[in-house]
């Protein structure tokens, strides 16, 4: 049974930092490209940065660059989201997602193999 589990969410002020991890189990987590997408109250699911299976590549989207880090321990089975400076407009439940394709790093959540649960996020201004 795979599951994947978010932790590290809550409630920041603004300009503010927190780590999200989403642990794997079930699956061969090297062989998983990792993503993290986020979902908004009224709002479509949209992507917000991706990992390759090695780690040595990474792809953000453009509201979160410069802001927001991804990284991954193979050994631990997770994968991290680092975020600084953060913004109420990142206010929002953030999902991971593993996939063994490239469609889901590239940023199409329909094309994600599996997903967590999710954790909010909630930033006050």
């Known amino acids: 049974q795979v599951q994947l589990v978010e932790s590290g969410g809550g409630l920041v002020q603004a300009g503010g930092s927190l780590r999200l991890s989403c642990a794997a189990s079930?699956?061969?987590?090297?062989?998983?490209?990792m993503a993290w997408f986020r979902q908004a109250p009224g709002k479509e699911r949209e992507f917000v940065a991706a990992?390759?299976?090695?780690?040595?590549?990474?792809r953000f989207a453009d509201s979160v660059k410069g802001r927001f880090t991804i990284f991954r321990d193979n050994a631990k089975n997770t994968v991290y989201l680092q975020m600084m400076s953060l913004k109420p407009e990142d206010t929002a439940v953030y999902y991971c997602?593993?996939?063994?394709?490239?469609?889901?790093?590239?940023?199409?959540?329909?094309?994600?193999?599996?997903w967590g649960q999710g954790t909010q996020v909630t930033v006050s201004s």
């Open positions: 079930g699956i061969t987590f090297s062989n998983y490209n």
């Open positions: 997602a593993a996939d063994r394709g490239s469609r889901c790093y590239g940023g199409i959540p329909g094309q994600c193999d599996y």
């Open positions: 990992i390759t299976w090695s780690g040595l590549s990474t």
